[in-house]
């Protein structure tokens, strides 16, 4: 073994320590969901069992409000997705490509915002949602997620567009493009990363919150999202682990497929909005 191979051992060990710290429980998570249930039950530990099953699957599915939760979750995160992206690109493009009063302070109060605790909001969110009487509704949720995942859209879509030379936009204005049109045509196929790194992020975000969605839809139980069904998914005699870790699993599915699929875009998306601008 040579010098650089026996420096770099520690970081490597530290590495594989960190992976498998990080990836056990997602593993452990997917084991108990194909398990059988004496298996999941039993006091030895199986870490590498010899009998699947896939009972555990039919009876997540088969739950009261498999699908209505499902359909929920994916109404909220994809309207709250939609819309940062909608807002965020007119504010990124405002900041990163005018010059305007007040530019500075806005740009610093977006960050505030950013960095900001909104756990802290719990109760004031409550309080508007109940005195407007939007408590209990869907679009008020909505509303939140977007409200969250705003800030850290129109920072990475700014930093990202500020890395886009301006002239380029400039040259489509003189071939006869309006500022709209050459926005529309030569720089907005350029944000394609950092629109899909910033997508992601939002989904991830309001697809797997749960403190919002426990507070704000307490009486009509057919309004709640995935998480908040997870938390509850046990009967009278105890949790089924077996189901619920299925669910857990099935709840996770969509993020990793669209990671999977998206990852090369979103590494370059997300490396553009940290160095440009």
């Known amino acids: 073994m040579n010098v650089r191979a026996l420096r770099r051992l520690p970081l490597n060990t530290a590495a594989l320590v960190v992976f498998a710290v990080s990836v056990f429980p997602v593993y452990w998570m997917i084991l108990t969901a194909f398990k059988p249930t004496d298996a999941i039950q039993a006091e030895t530990p199986v870490f590498l069992p010899v009998e699947l099953t896939l009972e555990h699957f039919g009876t997540a599915v088969a739950s009261d409000g498999f699908w209505s939760f499902w359909r929920n979750s994916l109404l909220v995160t994809a309207s709250c997705v939609l819309l940062a992206l ?16 007040g530019r500075r302070g806005f740009i610093l109060m977006v960050f505030v915002a950013q960095v900001a605790p909104w756990e802290a909001l719990l109760i004031p969110m409550y309080i508007i949602s109940r005195d407007t009487g939007m408590l209990d509704r869907l679009p008020m949720l909505t509303l939140v997620y977007f409200m969250i995942t705003l800030p850290f859209t129109i920072v990475t879509l700014r930093s990202f ?7 380029l936009e400039e040259a489509a204005q003189v071939d006869g493009c309006t500022r709209a049109t050459a926005f529309r045509k030569v720089t907005l196929p350029l944000l394609a ?9 939002g989904f991830i975000t309001a697809w797997n919150e749960f403190a919002f969605a426990n507070m704000l839809i307490i009486k009509n139980q057919d309004d709640r999202t995935l998480p908040v069904w997870l938390s509850s998914f046990s009967n009278v005699f105890g949790t089924d682990w077996g189901a619920t870790m299925a669910a857990s699993t099935l709840f996770a599915l969509p993020v990793l497929v ?7 875009r979103v590494a370059a998306g997300m490396t553009g909005g940290a160095v440009k601008g």
Not at 161 to 167: D, F, K, Y
Not at 258 to 264: A, E, P, Y
Request: aromatic share 10%.
């Open 258 to 264: 669209l990671f999977v699929v998206l990852q090369g």
């Open 193 to 201: 990363p950092g629109l899909l790194a910033t997508s992601l992020f």
């Open 161 to 167: 567009l500020a890395g886009i030379p301006v002239e």
């Open 86 to 101: 909608l807002v965020a690109l007119g504010a990124a493009f405002a900041v990163a490509r005018l010059r305007w009063r």
